[in-house]
């Protein structure tokens, strides 16, 4: 070992900002698109979605129980298979339709059983305010949309709708370094877009929580009770 003599600097503690949430509701609605990735590829014994032990699962149904439920959302559709779970919920607030669309499978790029994935990814793009992606990143292959493109001939690079304010959470190893930029870019670093990330490993025993303080934040504001700030939201 070799011991290195280091001076830290002090900065100023950044301004307080929040999130614009008057601009995330679109024709009286606000939309939550939220992604649960399977960890472990549904490659295990018993994996439909109800039973399955994959941590994804756990923290999808968690986040039924503890969140969605407890603010008293209504189940209005429901898609499920071995290989996938489609959850859609409602809740009406000061006359705001707050819609939340949950999703639990496989979120790999090369793998058959993501169709549903990709298809609702592609509406996440489109229509969402808020999307919330939990899963592997691949190296940033799972998200890349040059590659999600070709592959499943949709436009996902023209569905993003650059006058339409969202909010994008990649919770995945690395997706600062992976998705930042690349997603900011795309509507041309207009304000219309704000991107939470992660800068090392993203641990997914911990997600269902960060989802529903994000979650929470919107409804807090919908209620016209705090407004809470990015800080408190991180």
């Not at 304010?165 to 990649?170: D, E, P, S, W």
Request: proline share 2%; hydrophobic share 35%; charged share 25%.
């Amino acid at each position: 070992y070799r011991s290195i003599r280091a001076t830290l600097q002090p900065i100023a503690k950044p301004a307080v900002e929040y999130p614009k949430y008057e601009e995330l509701v679109h024709n009286g609605e606000i939309s939550f698109y939220l992604f649960f990735g399977a960890t472990e590829y549904l490659t295990k014994g018993n994996e439909t979605p109800a039973t399955s032990t994959d941590i994804g699962a756990v923290q999808f149904r968690d986040f039924r129980d503890k969140q969605l439920l407890a603010q008293q959302f209504r189940l209005i559709g429901r898609q499920n298979n071995s290989n996938f779970e489609v959850n859609h919920w409602v809740k009406e607030i000061n006359k705001i339709k707050v819609t939340v669309h949950t999703y639990f499978g496989n979120t790999s790029l090369g793998s058959e059983k993501s169709f549903r994935f990709h298809e609702l990814y592609f509406e996440a793009m489109k229509s969402s305010s808020v999307m919330v992606f939990s899963g592997h990143s691949s190296f940033g292959e799972s998200l890349d949309l040059d590659k999600l493109g070709n592959m499943l001939n949709k436009d996902f690079l023209g569905a993003l709708n650059k006058e339409q304010y969202q909010i994008f959470y990649f919770m995945a190893c690395n997706s600062y370094s992976y998705y930042n930029d690349f997603y900011l870019k795309l509507k041309e670093n207009s304000g219309k877009l704000d991107v939470l990330s992660v800068g090392l490993i993203s641990w997914a025993e911990r997600d269902y929580g960060n989802m529903g303080t994000l979650l929470e934040a919107v409804l807090s504001w919908a209620e016209g009770k705090e407004k809470k700030t990015w800080e408190d939201i991180r």
